[in-house]
């Protein structure tokens, strides 16, 4: 199993800056793709950015030039900057890992993980 905890949410005004950060925990795993996520009320979970083991990146259309995703293999940490933001950037922001888990003799290949979610609040 893989614990995911994230921090850094808050509210800041818009074309201000913040900082996520997640952290994962547990015994015996290796995390492949990280990414965040954020859903709005009455909207959909969507993908904000992604970044591969080998830190590849993608983005989504909306937060391109604005956000930088990165992570800390050592740490087992993965951060999103997050710069000039827009009150429509207001959402709960989730950290999802894909992680290859060891348990009694065998692995298991792509479990997902999911955080628990830190709100980020921009008023315009």
């Known amino acids: 199993q893989v614990q995911l905890v994230e921090s850094g949410g808050g509210l800041v005004q818009a074309g201000g800056s913040l900082r996520l950060s997640c952290r994962a925990s547990g015994s015996a795993f290796s995390i492949n793709t990280m990414g965040w996520y954020r859903q709005a009320p009455g909207k959909q979970r969507e993908l904000v950015a992604g970044i591969t083991s080998g830190s590849g990146t993608n983005y989504a259309d909306s937060v391109k030039g604005r956000f930088t995703i990165s992570r800390d293999n050592a740490k087992n940490a993965l951060y999103l900057q997050m710069n000039s933001l827009k009150p429509e950037d207001t959402a709960v922001y989730y950290c999802?890992?894909?992680?290859?888990?060891?348990?009694?003799?065998?692995?298991?290949?792509?479990?997902?993980?999911w955080g628990q979610g830190t709100q980020v609040t921009v008023s315009s």
């Open positions: 999802n890992a894909d992680a290859d888990t060891y348990n009694r003799g065998s692995w298991y290949r792509n479990q997902i993980y």
